[in-house]
């Protein structure tokens, strides 16, 4: 081997080999499938309450919440990103996933898991649209849109973009209530209808004796004795609920409790776990009326502003109240019309009139990107910023409730938050959804917070959300690497 031709030989082998390894490493794709790291402490999938097929009766009934997720400890052994560029918003590429689904955000490889299971699950559920956002130790590590905002113009879903969150706003009603406790203004264990001393039963009797047993504590937690599966969903009846009180349809939120006050609750306050839309309702109320603000400037004030969330506002339920920056909705393929809940309406899609938004605005009645969600979620404890609420008012979130109702099972609604203590912490999430709308917000016990919108609410509701559960477990052990760098500033507005 000592010969000149040979060593020539070697020499020009040993070059053909590096220059073919170059060539194979110059071929990026879009999603390249990641090495899958093995799930650990992941939390299994639990529904808070089920929710009835859209095939048997309209959308405006089925439009509750239901809460699963799987927060999932990211593998120690993940690398961190030291030396990548500092991102910035001008330089986002615009990619096209495998199935044609359009990515949106800036290229983050070591995390391309998500593109390739987001967009995976949209094409198999006939979605048009979504966005992913991923925090790690309150750094905003990842944020993409996928799919169509618009799809008739061919408008790509942003990172940024609006999407009606719906049952993921009581979080941020359970935390202005928190925040009016931390002031000294509300008692949690107060009865809440002695709050409301403004709201009247309109026959001047309140029906059921046990409503005014009701305190903001058993609102926050669904155990203020109303449930819808064993009567009805006054928040998605206000033509009923109108006409019973003879006022112009649809019925807004104070008509809607001074209703209820002519109703039966379904079970003891305090005794029961019945996940309620109207007690939220309520809590709306109560914040309205010890801050003597609206709902919403209350929230945006308190809540909004300090976390540092701007374009985050109140949802309408016409087209023609879209937001700026606000997607399109869509009903599952060759869903029927329903009638809408305004005069005259006729019948409409589901997403747009066939529930009245307005009136839903403390238990679902939020826009927002994911962005928003995760920067809130992280801005609660102060993760990375200043928290928003003490850490002993952050306790009570994950305190498991008192009594028999919050005993047995490992996850349970604390304060806002469906709550499953770890060993080392608690896991915390919040699911929603109305026709047009499914989304999903998860703390997690590892320093890492998820969050996802969609514009549209398969048929198959409940199937679709254990999925998504599922599907965003895999994606983040599908991640192998992570960049030191907070993308948060490049969404401040």
Known sequence: MKHPFFRSLVICAVLCV????????????????????????????TAISPT??????????????????????????????????????????????????PITGMAVPGMASYDRIITELMAKWNIPGGAVAVVKDGRLVFAHGYGWADKQNQIAVQPDSLMRIASVSKPFTAAGILKLAEDGKLN???????????????????????????????????????????????????????KALSIPEPANSQATIRYMLTQPLQFDPGTKYAYSNFGYDVLGRVIERISGMSYGDYVKANILKPAKIARMQLAGSLLKDRAKDEVLYYDFPNAQLYPSVFPDGGNVPGPYGSFYIEAMDSHGGWIASPIDLVRFANSLEGRNQPALLKPETVGQIVMRPIGQYGQGGSSYYGLGWMVRPTNRDANWWHNGSLPGTSSILVRADNGMTWAAIFNSRPQNFDAFNGELDNMLSQALNGVTAISSHDSFSLYDQ
Not at 24 to 31: E, I, R, V
Not at 82 to 88: E, I, S
Request: a neutral charge; one cysteine or more.
């Open 188 to 242: 949690l264990d107060a009865k809440a209808l002695a709050l409301l001393d403004n709201i009247q039963s309109p026959t001047g009797v309140v029906a059921d004796k046990q409503f005014s047993e009701v305190t903001i504590r058993q609102l926050m937690q669904h155990s203020g004795g109303w449930d819808s599966s064993a009567a009805f969903d006054p928040m998605f009846s206000s033509r009923r609920i109108a």
């Open 18 to 45: 590096l220059l073919l390894a170059a060539c194979n490493t110059s071929q990026p794709t879009l999603a390249p499938t990641p090495t899958l790291l093995p799930l650990q402490n992941t939390l299994a999938p």
């Open 52 to 101: 009835p097929t859209a095939t048997a009766i309209p959308p405006t009934a089925t439009a509750t919440a239901t809460g699963t997720a799987t927060a999932t400890r990211l593998p120690t052994a993940t690398p961190t990103l030291a030396n990548t560029p500092t991102p910035t918003k001008t330089s986002f590429p615009t990619q096209t996933s495998a199935n044609g689904i």
